[in-house]
């Protein structure tokens, strides 16, 4: 369990649950509070979230279903200066997969706070702003900037991202680099703080115990695998860049396996994602030890995925005769 | 941007018949699309509900049918998702999100318009040439292709009254050549206060460059890959006109005026 203030393990947020009434109808008693959750401090109505990079700011989905449902919106990825993006083609689709190269496009702080913040606070979902930089000092300097902005209720820290020349992943491949930059943003910010780690390692286990160790309040992974396709009518990459990231269904079982590999190796909360687009998909990061989840490409796919997904894992948890999701995390690991 | 406008929708395949030996046109019943839609916007497509293909397909709108309350999509077999869509019958569900994006701009009051179709380029154009030929405009089209057997929609633009040009590779229909060439000597000698084309980015660029020597005004529907549709997962990019950075096809577009973008 984690020695922070600001992060409630979910066997915390769970114990926090008021207990089902007891002489109701248990479906009906249990709906209101089978997916609430407690999580880095922040109450959520479901631990479900969205994947940064695959949601926008949030508006677009709101066309099909209520953003409420959602536990957080984590947002597209933000830097200091707003960013352009990648040339060229920007995406390759691969077997049940995608590959791309979006290279951070993104407003900037400053156009983040005042274009993209009013609509989320009207939404009233919790917001986790997932930041980048290009040293250890940039990353420090947004968690500064974004603390104390209302409706802002954490960071995720992308120390994984394939698709940037400096910075990205490479603070996200070796445990000393991560953990620099975790107790940078740990000084500068009271907002609890996810570092979500970069799947093309050796030994992912060992950087998220440095990035605990240094203050992190959560763990997401994965973020995308490293791919690239090549053209063979042109016999060129595909992408400027090369290498892209690889997202979808095809990463699915990487992901679960790096979950339950660092589920074993820290006692901080996980955001689990990585090419869940059905309920089943959830419901096995659940399983894995990850406290909450996170949608991401089948929002491309299936605007429909967050609702659908969340339907699914309420019906499994009544047919498992379950009270709260809580039951379920971490519930295929060894005893 | 407009977000509470878009439907997704399981839609009734009512027809899906061939159009030319490799394009095919598929009618679907989906009163909420065809309700709101207007010329130039698309729609993406799940063709089937299986990981293979993952993503959707964006389609122009090739035909709005207000009154029946049915929407049309001119496709080429090209790959994956198109040989499946090919394989649906009447009665069959698809899945379908739109209408996306934003539409052609129309002057009112505008002279005579031409079009510039590239190959299956010309899907867009049936529904604007109507709203024009409404407006009493003169709409006419200029469509090229390799050959005689790749030209689609010849009859049905002209029975709506659109007089038809063509330009084929080897000839054997209409002028031999590239369509610029025969937007040129059409420029030379009509006056068109509007231009619109649709068909490959090196195409697109040839005419821009020929509508700039004759100072019309030309706009663009653009192609892309694309994933969602609807602006999230900015993978749909153009490179803007003069100044650095880029479009998004999906959201911004898919029709741009031809000085936005750099082709």
């Not at chain 1, 702080?109 to 980048?132: A, D, K, T, W, Y």
């Not at chain 1, 209720?153 to 400096?166: D, F, G, M, T, Y």
């Not at chain 1, 959830?282 to 894995?288: G, K, P, S």
Request: net charge negative; with cysteine; glycine share 10%.
């Amino acid at each position: 369990m984690s020695s922070k203030q600001s992060a409630g393990s979910t066997q915390q947020g769970i114990s926090q649950q008021p207990p089902a009434a007891s002489g109701q109808d248990k479906r009906q008693a249990t709906s209101d509070n089978l997916l609430s959750t407690n999580l880095f401090g922040i109450k959520m109505n479901s631990p479900l979230m969205s994947a940064s990079g695959t949601y926008g700011y949030g508006k677009e989905f709101a066309n099909f279903y209520n953003l409420s449902m959602l536990g957080a919106i984590v947002v597209k990825g933000i830097t200091m200066k707003p960013r352009a993006g990648n040339s060229g083609q920007r995406l390759v689709e691969t077997p049940a997969g995608l590959i791309n190269s979006i290279g951070l496009e993104n407003p900037g702080v400053e156009g983040f706070l005042v274009q993209e913040m009013p609509f989320l606070r009207e939404s009233g979902v919790p917001v986790i702003v997932n930041i980048s930089g290009n040293t250890p000092e940039e990353y420090a300097a947004l968690a500064e900037r974004l603390d104390g902005e209302a409706g802002i209720h954490a960071l995720e820290v992308n120390i994984s991202c394939p698709n940037v020349k400096q910075g990205g992943m490479a603070f996200g491949a070796s445990c000393d680099m991560a953990a620099a930059v975790t107790a940078d943003v740990r000084k500068r910010t009271r907002l609890p703080i996810i570092v979500k780690l970069s799947p093309n390692v050796t030994d992912i286990a060992s950087i998220a115990r440095a990035v605990e160790a240094e203050g992190a309040d959560g763990i997401s992974l994965i973020n995308t695998l490293l791919g690239m396709g090549i053209d063979i009518r042109n016999k060129k990459p595909y992408l400027d860049n090369t290498f892209g990231g690889l997202s979808g269904p095809a990463v699915k079982p990487v992901a679960l396996r790096m979950v339950w590999q660092v589920a074993g190796a820290v006692n901080i909360p996980i955001v689990g994602m990585g090419g869940i687009s059905t309920w089943q998909d959830a419901v096995e990061f659940y399983l894995a030890g990850a406290s909450a989840i996170a949608i991401g490409t089948a929002n491309f796919f299936n605007p429909l995925a967050v609702p659908e997904i969340i339907e699914g894992v309420k019906a499994y948890l009544h047919s498992e005769g379950m009270q709260h999701i809580g039951e379920l995390v971490g519930a295929a690991r060894p005893k | 941007m407009v977000t509470g406008k878009w439907e997704l929708n399981k839609a009734n395949v009512v027809a899906n018949e061939w159009v030319s030996r490799d394009v095919k046109r598929i009618t679907l019943l989906s009163p909420g699309i065809a309700a709101t839609a207007s010329p130039g916007q698309f729609v993406n497509v799940k063709v089937n509900s299986t990981y293979a293909p993952l993503l959707r397909r964006p389609f122009s709108l090739n035909r709005i049918d207000k009154d029946k309350g049915t929407i049309s999509l001119l496709y080429k077999l090209v790959g994956e998702g198109t040989e499946l869509m090919a394989e649906l019958e009447t009665g069959d569900l698809l899945d379908v999100l739109g209408p996306l994006g934003n539409t052609f701009s129309i002057e009112e009051d505008c002279g005579d318009s031409i079009f510039v179709a590239g190959g299956i380029g010309v899907a867009p154009f049936y529904p604007l040439a109507r709203l024009l030929l409404q407006l009493g405009q003169k709409v006419t089209c200029i469509m090229g292709a390799r050959c005689r057997e790749d030209i689609n929609e010849l009859d049905e633009l002209r029975a709506l009254g659109v007089n038809v040009l063509c330009a084929t590779e080897d000839g054997s229909e209409g002028m031999r050549g590239l369509v610029t060439d025969v937007l040129r000597a059409h420029l030379r000698s009509t006056k068109c206060s509007m231009a619109y084309a649709c068909g490959p980015n090196p195409m697109l660029a040839a005419v821009k460059a020929v509508c700039a020597e004759h100072q019309t005004p030309l706009q663009l529907s653009l192609e892309s890959h694309m994933a969602c549709g609807i602006g999230v997962c900015l993978g749909c990019t153009c490179k803007k006109g003069p100044e650095e950075g880029y479009v998004h096809v999906c959201k911004e577009g898919p029709i741009f005026w031809a000085e936005e973008v750099a082709l």
